[in-house]
């Protein structure tokens, strides 16, 4: 068995046993959040957002709803930290990444990893030049290291000024986050990702 074959094969194992064991633990907790969200504002619990998977293939990538139900049609990226769209308790769930939770559904169904890039909106993937295609020849993950260098992505979209978010967002924010993710997977690894991993839970935990 070749060193790529024997990654993919523990990386999948890792995936379903992290994500299974994640849902059955927390489970308690996300139906907690889930009946939160629906009583803090109109609208479903979880958001549903078609995104680029492996070789391009869409799927819907799942979410705790965090802003006003049909958010999306005034704009698909977020307009900072102040964007009149996110609900109160929505406010909260994003800054943990608690929204993210329910992609565990997303990993254990196989459309995802626990570590892989940023599955990437259809809209913006269209734009990718041959060079970046190759972020879609493994599955995307809920983490990679482009989360984590731009995990307050609120923050710098409301850097922006006045130029509109859909253009910062792809001039600024998608070109670093496909340098990153070009990077992770030119030297992937078991241990890599366990540390990306772990990397991330005290990104989200530091006073910020």
Known sequence: MSDRVAYRAGKRALDIVGSGLG????????????????????????FRQRRAGLYGQHFNLLKFRTMTDGAERLSRETL??????????????????????????????????LVGPRPEIPHYVSRYADV???VLSVRPGITDPSSIELLN????????????AADFYARVILPKKLELQKAYIANRSLPSDIGIILRTVLKILAPR
């Open 132 to 134: 970046d295609r190759i």
């Open 80 to 113: 900072g930290t102040d964007d009149p769209r996110i609900t109160r308790l929505g406010h909260h769930l994003r800054r943990l990444k608690i929204d993210e939770l329910p992609q565990l559904i997303n990993v254990l169904k196989g459309d995802m990893s």
């Open 153 to 164: 992505l609120e923050a710098i979209m409301e850097s922006r000024g006045v130029e509109p």
């Open 23 to 46: 849902l059955a633990v927390l489970s308690p907790l996300l139906c907690a959040i889930a009946v939160a969200v629906r009583l803090d504002s109109p609208g479903p619990a979880l």
